[in-house]
């Protein structure tokens, strides 16, 4: 089945500072969803993207779709101590729409 | 956020003893969905449920494990013999009847298996 890796792996940046994922693949996706776990918490859903050379933003956090289709990034400018978690990329694939998640990527902002 | 609860949020048991986990997703729910994250590791999909069918399920979901909606509410994931290897966190996830596509998560069971 289709995978996507996510680097980096963790992130520790300083309040304020930005902080960027990226979720690539080896083949072309149909689309892809960014999740946001809290720590001790579960999978809060932030968006989809579907369209080629997609762009959207939700406050702060800005995320993209590649052209190619094979990748994606969630940026967020001057993070914050609320912005602590770890991010995951997902595709949905399947009759039953399952979520395949990335790796990955664990943010820690320190004051 | 359509809210999807589950019980219960941490279940002790023994190697070999079977668990029931517990969801409840809201009444318009229509796809409902078993997930599991072993501590620091990604989530990974166990099975998808629709129309009272299982739609579809990954090799993680073997003859261990079964799901079923009784009363056309909660949302059951079985696990007839516990092993050590099945100690994770259990999430429950289901997608609305409205046409939306985001998958809401309930907060999950810790499943410790001694």
């Known amino acids: 089945g289709q995978q996507v890796m996510q680097i980096p792996q963790y992130q520790h940046v300083q309040e304020g500072e930005d902080f960027t994922t990226y979720c690539n693949s080896s083949?072309?996706?149909?689309?892809i969803q960014w999740y946001k776990q809290r720590p001790g918490g579960h999978p809060v859903f932030l968006i989809q993207?579907?369209?080629?050379?997609e762009v959207k933003k939700q406050k702060r956090l800005t995320f993209q779709f590649g052209e190619a289709k094979k990748n994606s990034s969630l940026h967020i400018t001057a993070t914050q101590t609320t912005d602590v978690g770890t991010y995951f990329c997902?595709?949905?694939?399947?009759?039953?729409?399952?979520?395949?998640f990335g790796t990955g990527t664990q943010l820690k902002v320190e004051l | 956020e359509p809210e999807v609860t589950q019980t219960p949020s941490h279940q002790v048991t023994q190697m070999g003893q079977e668990v029931i986990l517990r969801c409840v997703p809201i009444?318009?729910?229509?796809?409902f969905y078993w997930y599991r994250q072993i501590l620091g590791q990604k989530v990974e999909f166990l099975v998808s449920?629709?129309?009272?069918?299982?739609?579809?399920k990954s090799e993680i979901f073997d003859d261990q494990f079964s799901v079923e909606r009784p009363d056309g509410s909660n949302f059951t994931l079985k696990i007839r013999s516990t092993k050590l290897e099945d100690s994770a966190m259990y999430f429950c996830?289901?997608?609305?009847?409205?046409?939306?596509?985001?998958?809401?998560f309930g907060p999950g069971t810790r499943l410790t298996v001694t």
């Open positions: 997902a595709l949905v694939t399947g009759g039953g729409n399952k979520l395949t």
């Open positions: 083949t072309t996706l149909s689309n």
């Open positions: 996830a289901a997608v609305p009847g409205t046409g939306g596509y985001e998958q809401y």
């Open positions: 993207l579907v369209k080629s050379g």
């Open positions: 009444s318009n729910h229509l796809y």
């Open positions: 449920f629709y129309n009272n069918e299982i739609s579809e």
